[in-house]
């Protein structure tokens, strides 16, 4: 690696130890509903921080990618069901903190996914969306999933699918799609799902930010 590398990860990783661990959920553009799910962020937080060895803060973060403080948050999560957009200046922005050592989740809320695969394409013109095989180790962090990425929702019955942007053998985005993990992160009065699926939800979370915390 190189060394602006390794001092930038050095950097943020400290900015994460130093507090308590979030999620920056991406406000964006172009009209999708980049709040939706409220409830869905505080409960993977309150999950991660009573599972888990990290300390988690209570509530989600906020942030647009042309926000001075963008490098304070690694972790970034997207989410919707409509059109994302981003300007050419986010853009930029993107490319350069995912390169940099950022993450980033895009979750499909059943709708947002042509205009994000429009958008992740013009982040990286290079680059494709690779599917994660099962036994890829984002399955098996914390909790085993054998079978992949878990079906929350019913969309277009298709299987659920992780795929993932990488720069050389490091992942910078992780898109599940088919699956609506954030829906089973919500309060479990907001869509009556059975106990498992939103225990399955929580859990794949939870590998994914641990697999993004440590590869």
């Known amino acids: 690696m190189k060394l602006k590398y390794l001092i930038l990860v050095c950097l943020m990783m400290t900015t994460i130890m130093a507090q308590h661990f979030t999620i920056a959920r991406l406000h964006y553009g172009g009209g999708g509903d980049w709040y939706s799910n409220p409830s869905s962020l505080p409960n993977l937080l309150h999950y991660l921080q009573t599972h888990t060895a990290i300390i988690a803060a209570d509530k989600e973060a906020r942030i647009k990618l042309t926000d001075e403080n963008l490098y304070s948050y690694p972790y970034l999560y997207m989410t919707g069901h409509g059109n994302v957009r981003f300007t050419d200046a986010e853009i930029i922005r993107l490319r350069t903190f995912l390169l940099r050592g950022g993450f980033l989740h895009a979750d499909d809320n059943y709708g947002m996914d042509p205009s994000f695969r429009r958008e992740?394409?013009?982040?990286?013109?290079?680059?494709?969306?690779?599917?994660?095989?099962?036994?890829?180790?984002?399955?098996?962090?914390?909790?085993?999933?054998?079978?992949?990425?878990?079906?929350?929702h019913e969309h277009n019955n298709k299987p659920p699918q992780a795929l993932a942007l990488y720069e050389d053998d490091r992942i910078l985005v992780i898109y599940t799609y088919e699956s609506d993990l954030g829906d089973g992160w919500e309060d479990a009065e907001v869509h009556n799902d059975p106990n498992y699926i939103r225990e399955a939800a929580l859990q794949m979370g939870v590998n994914i930010i641990h697999f993004a915390l440590t590869q």
């Open 120 to 152: 992740i394409k013009r982040v990286f013109p290079e680059k494709e969306l690779i599917p994660l095989p099962h036994n890829h180790p984002i399955f098996h962090q914390v909790y085993d999933f054998n079978n992949g990425l878990p079906k929350v």
